[in-house]
């Protein structure tokens, strides 16, 4: 149980697009997602917390304007990345916490296989 | 403030082998303590999690960790290493009430020599 989706696995893409990323609990309501961005042999480093029917908290120095976070239902949170360019290609993983947990530090996040985005 | 500090960024060990990988934490309140895996090009999953009940935590794969508060410790092990067993490995903390985020330490990437 307790199984995240993260599609597509994989994207490249010119310069100035926009992509969308999306992350959905198959067995499971989520209201609290994460979105990390992970580089090259380095730790996650969390971007923002979605939360289901309101806006997303970012975490300091990350550009909501750039990274757009949208929790509509309490299966799916999407984060777009909008105007990509090179230096956003990375790695972005999302995790989800099962429905009542949220209020538990104690229970763990579901996390799903990520997503490498190339930015050419 | 929390903070995870994982001891040594690459460990090798010969197949068989005991496996031992650091973490210490830092926490104001009472910490939830995690271990997760990583495979390349793929999410985390988690390994055992500490939660105040019994210090010593057993989780999958024959993986076990020790919870020393006065070490503020919570290092993983495994008495014998497979080859399987090389990926990355991440502690994390959370605690507090309503404390939602994790905090990850920089990883340790395990080798596996035949």
């Known amino acids: 149980g307790a199984v995240v989706s993260q599609h597509p696995s994989w994207v490249i893409c010119k310069s100035g697009t926009s992509v969308k990323i999306e992350c959905r609990s198959l067995d499971f309501q989520a209201t609290t997602m994460f979105w990390y961005r992970q580089f090259p042999k380095q730790s996650l480093m969390l971007m923002a917390t979605?939360?289901?029917?309101?806006?997303?908290?970012?975490e300091q120095g990350v550009e909501k304007d750039k990274f757009l976070i949208n929790h509509a239902s309490l299966t799916l949170s999407t984060l777009t990345v909008t105007s990509a360019h090179p230096e956003d290609s990375s790695f972005y993983i999302c995790?989800?916490?099962?429905?009542?947990?949220?209020?538990?530090?104690?229970?763990?996040?579901?996390f799903g296989d990520g997503t490498r985005l190339s930015i050419l | 403030a929390q903070s995870v500090t994982q001891l040594g960024s690459h460990v090798s060990v010969s197949e068989g082998a005991l496996v031992l990988l650091r973490c210490n934490y830092s926490?104001?309140?009472?910490?939830?303590l995690f271990w997760y895996v990583q495979y390349p090009n793929q999410g985390l999953q988690l390994l055992l999690k500490?939660?105040?009940?019994?210090?010593l935590v057993k989780g999958i794969n024959g993986f076990e960790a020790e919870f020393k508060k006065s070490e503020t410790s919570f290092h993983l092990t495994k008495p014998s290493a497979h080859m399987s067993d090389a990926a990355e490995y991440f502690c994390?903390?959370?605690?507090?009430?309503?404390?939602?985020?994790?905090?990850f330490g920089q990883g340790t990437r395990l080798t596996i020599n035949p």
């Open positions: 994390a903390v959370s605690g507090g009430q309503g404390a939602q985020k994790l905090v």
């Open positions: 995790s989800a916490r099962v429905i009542g947990d949220q209020i538990y530090s104690n229970q763990p996040q579901h």
């Open positions: 500490y939660t105040s009940a019994a210090t």
């Open positions: 926490s104001s309140v009472p910490p939830y």
């Open positions: 979605s939360n289901e029917g309101s806006k997303a908290t970012y």
